[in-house]
């Protein structure tokens, strides 16, 4: 039947439709053919990527060896006089550039191994900084098949990054990360140690981070974060630590998988890889949309884990897991269940650490944990409070103990165990850092709130017993320096809160002029908290024959005439305004 189609066909006897229906098929055999040829080359280039076809590639070049080319001879016998000569003087000039060039883009191992041992011997013995030109030839040692050359060029280039001697953002720029990330998929174990060491070096930067995620770079190192190389593993959880600096790749590893991998690290036999992937999750727990998924009910590992570690050997694993347990510490739940798990025993250890790293993250986690009520009663505890106020005393010089231990006692005074804290070192840890702390240091503002508000509770008494000729100079000062307007205020409203007590005025009387000084300022203050802490410091004071001589003989009574006047003046404003609006 065909057959008479192709006869009609050549004698001009088809149809118009039989022509169209021929026209058709010939225009769909066409596109097929378009789409299947289109497809072929498609999967041939991804098999051409494939770093298995590299492999195969270098176990095929050794079956013959690269005809040395004349010019390439010439090239190694003068780059070999040059090295024999003229290394010291100018390593990194011109001329050995054009023969590092050659060496480098020849197609025989032995040359390619002569550029990279060139590089790793500057790398380990010369502290200077790389010119861009230097970077080209590194682009075809790391491509090399030759397993050695790929170990020295990417030793080098590690050994560079390490020393600042080459622009980490220049590396990527000149094209060298494909190259790197390809050989975290070697299988020598040397290749991919060096690989995760530059990667790791190279994710120190943002625009780096962001090349490294976008080169697909995240599952080869998750891969080897599981490595059983020692320094594999470091190196790979090094480099997941510093990529995880970035909000956007945190996402990325988090789809990726990452989690559980870091978590399961945490019990690593390795205290590098133990801090490395802790840091990482402290880095998460920063960002709380992935604090669901780092704390599911249905597995507390990570949390008990992370507790764990609080009794570690290594300084840096127990002070990295405290700060990855305040991050997490986000809700009265998650809390609840760090105290469960007997954090605060393990938090109370660290308080004596002899390291500063450890006494601060530790300080830092009980101060979160101190905010939430539940916690204050457990927290007031005789020995926690004995231990916060020996530490005030042996490190009344350290900004961060004393701002986050002022800040734990007044949150625990506002419990019902405020006693404790009056009876403990606590107060006089507090008085006496006041000597220590610059007034320029949060610290300080934290610390004159905490002892106003334990003189507001009656801590009066117990406060006067530790006063002094230093400690009242120091508030009296405090209170007269307006431009620090918290520490100020708090200092005068101790100070108020002691008068009556009589060694409290034998003290105050050395110093009756600042304090006339000061007390005018609140009078004229525009706060009308300062105003009336003025007003009522005044009233207390003038009960005392001298200091109502002293305020006699000065401008104090015309001062509150004058705010006596401005007062009534508002209150009449105050009424008219008031029926006002009620008409």
């Given at each position: 039947m065909?057959k008479a189609?192709?006869?009609?066909?050549?004698?001009?006897?088809l149809?118009?439709?039989?022509?169209?229906?021929?026209?058709?098929?010939?225009?769909?055999?066409?596109?097929?053919?378009?789409?299947?040829?289109?497809?072929?080359?498609?999967?041939?280039?991804?098999?051409?990527?494939?770093?298995?076809?590299?492999?195969?590639?270098?176990?095929?070049?050794?079956?013959?060896?690269?005809?040395?080319?004349?010019?390439?001879?010439?090239?190694?016998?003068?780059?070999?006089q040059?090295?024999?000569?003229?290394?010291?003087?100018?390593?990194?000039?011109?001329?050995?550039?054009?023969?590092?060039?050659?060496?480098?883009?020849?197609?025989?191992?032995?040359?390619?191994?002569?550029?990279?041992?060139y590089?790793?011997?500057?790398?380990?013995?010369?502290?200077?900084?790389?010119?861009?030109?230097?970077?080209?030839?590194?682009?075809?040692?790391?491509?090399?098949?030759?397993?050695?050359?790929?170990?020295?060029?990417?030793?080098?280039?590690?050994?560079?990054?390490?020393?600042?001697?080459?622009?980490?953002?220049?590396?990527?720029?000149?094209?060298?990360?494909?190259?790197?990330l390809?050989?975290?998929?070697?299988?020598?174990?040397?290749?991919?140690?060096n690989?995760?060491?530059?990667?790791?070096?190279?994710?120190?930067?943002?625009?780096?981070?962001?090349?490294?995620?976008?080169?697909?770079?995240?599952?080869?190192?998750?891969?080897?974060?599981?490595?059983?190389?020692?320094?594999?593993?470091?190196?790979?959880?090094?480099?997941?630590?510093?990529l995880?600096?970035?909000?956007?790749?945190?996402?990325?590893?988090?789809?990726?998988?990452?989690?559980?991998?870091?978590?399961?690290?945490?019990?690593?036999?390795?205290?590098?890889?133990?801090?490395?992937?802790?840091?990482?999750?402290?880095?998460?727990?920063?960002?709380?949309?992935?604090?669901?998924?780092?704390?599911?009910?249905?597995?507390?590992?990570?949390?008990?884990?992370?507790?764990?570690?609080?009794?570690?050997?290594?300084?840096?694993?127990s002070?990295?897991?405290?700060?990855?347990?305040?991050?997490?510490?986000?809700?009265?739940?998650?809390?609840?269940?760090?105290?469960?798990?007997?954090?605060?025993?393990?938090?109370?250890?660290?308080?004596?650490?002899?390291?500063?790293?450890?006494?601060?993250?530790?300080?830092?986690?009980?101060?979160?944990?101190?905010?939430?009520?539940?916690?204050?009663?457990?927290?007031?505890?005789?020995?926690?409070?004995?231990?916060?106020?020996?530490l005030?005393?042996?490190?009344?010089?350290?900004?961060?103990?004393?701002?986050?231990?002022?800040?734990?006692?007044?949150?625990?005074?506002?419990?019902?165990?405020?006693?404790?804290?009056?009876?403990?070192?606590?107060?006089?840890?507090?008085?006496?850092?006041?000597?220590?702390?610059?007034?320029?240091?949060?610290?300080?503002?934290?610390?004159?709130?905490?002892?106003?508000e334990?003189?507001?509770?009656?801590?009066?008494?117990?406060?006067?017993?530790?006063?002094n000729?230093?400690?009242?100079?120091?508030?009296?000062?405090?209170?007269?320096?307006?431009?620090?307007?918290?520490?100020?205020?708090?200092?005068?409203?101790?100070?108020?809160?002691?008068?009556?007590?009589?060694?409290?005025?034998?003290?105050?009387?050395?110093?009756?002029?600042?304090?006339?000084?000061?007390?005018?300022?609140?009078?004229?203050?525009?706060?009308?908290?300062?105003?009336?802490l003025?007003?009522?410091?005044?009233?207390?004071?003038?009960?005392?024959p001298?200091?109502l001589?002293?305020?006699?003989?000065?401008?104090?009574?015309?001062?509150?005439?004058?705010?006596?006047?401005?007062?009534?003046?508002?209150?009449?404003?105050?009424?008219?305004?008031?029926?006002?609006?009620?008409?």
């Amino acid at each position: 039947m065909w057959k008479a189609a192709i006869r009609k066909l050549r004698m001009g006897q088809l149809c118009g439709r039989c022509m169209q229906l021929l026209r058709d098929f010939m225009a769909f055999v066409q596109r097929m053919s378009s789409d299947l040829v289109q497809g072929i080359k498609e999967c041939l280039t991804l098999i051409s990527k494939c770093f298995c076809l590299k492999q195969n590639s270098s176990k095929a070049s050794q079956l013959y060896k690269p005809i040395l080319q004349p010019h390439e001879r010439v090239t190694a016998q003068e780059f070999l006089q040059h090295i024999e000569t003229g290394f010291e003087m100018s390593p990194i000039g011109r001329d050995p550039l054009e023969a590092l060039r050659t060496l480098a883009f020849s197609e025989n191992p032995g040359l390619q191994q002569s550029a990279a041992l060139y590089y790793l011997h500057m790398s380990q013995h010369m502290n200077i900084s790389l010119p861009v030109e230097h970077l080209e030839p590194f682009y075809a040692l790391l491509r090399s098949a030759d397993l050695e050359v790929q170990q020295m060029s990417s030793l080098s280039l590690v050994n560079f990054l390490l020393e600042g001697n080459i622009d980490k953002e220049l590396v990527v720029q000149m094209g060298l990360l494909e190259p790197i990330l390809d050989l975290l998929e070697s299988e020598d174990a040397t290749v991919q140690c060096n690989s995760c060491a530059c990667t790791m070096t190279l994710a120190v930067s943002e625009s780096n981070r962001e090349a490294i995620g976008a080169a697909q770079g995240l599952t080869p190192l998750l891969s080897l974060a599981n490595s059983y190389d020692p320094r594999v593993q470091q190196n790979a959880v090094g480099a997941i630590l510093n990529l995880t600096q970035s909000e956007k790749i945190q996402q990325v590893l988090c789809k990726e998988g990452a989690l559980p991998v870091l978590a399961l690290l945490l019990e690593s036999p390795d205290s590098e890889v133990q801090y490395y992937s802790c840091a990482a999750l402290s880095n998460v727990a920063a960002n709380v949309q992935y604090h669901e998924a780092m704390l599911r009910p249905s597995n507390r590992f990570l949390l008990r884990t992370l507790i764990s570690l609080l009794s570690s050997s290594v300084d840096k694993v127990s002070s990295q897991a405290c700060v990855c347990l305040r991050n997490l510490a986000t809700s009265v739940d998650i809390q609840a269940e760090m105290v469960a798990e007997d954090v605060l025993p393990k938090l109370h250890a660290l308080l004596a650490s002899g390291s500063e790293d450890v006494r601060r993250a530790s300080i830092a986690l009980l101060w979160i944990l101190s905010e939430h009520p539940h916690n204050q009663d457990t927290l007031a505890c005789a020995e926690l409070l004995q231990s916060l106020g020996m530490l005030l005393l042996a490190h009344k010089t350290d900004p961060v103990i004393v701002g986050h231990t002022a800040c734990i006692i007044k949150n625990l005074s506002l419990s019902k165990n405020r006693q404790r804290i009056i009876e403990s070192p606590c107060v006089e840890g507090l008085l006496q850092t006041m000597l220590s702390t610059n007034t320029e240091e949060d610290s300080l503002h934290y610390v004159t709130s905490c002892l106003a508000e334990l003189a507001k509770q009656g801590a009066t008494l117990h406060m006067v017993q530790w006063m002094n000729e230093p400690l009242t100079k120091c508030l009296v000062r405090l209170a007269g320096q307006l431009e620090h307007t918290e520490p100020s205020f708090q200092a005068a409203s101790i100070i108020q809160h002691m008068i009556g007590h009589e060694k409290m005025m034998l003290l105050l009387k050395r110093h009756i002029r600042d304090i006339q000084a000061y007390l005018k300022n609140f009078l004229t203050h525009r706060e009308i908290r300062f105003q009336q802490l003025g007003i009522s410091t005044f009233c207390r004071l003038r009960e005392d024959p001298e200091f109502l001589l002293e305020f006699r003989e000065s401008q104090m009574a015309k001062l509150l005439e004058q705010l006596r006047q401005q007062t009534e003046e508002t209150q009449e404003l105050l009424r008219a305004a008031i029926c006002q609006e009620d008409s």
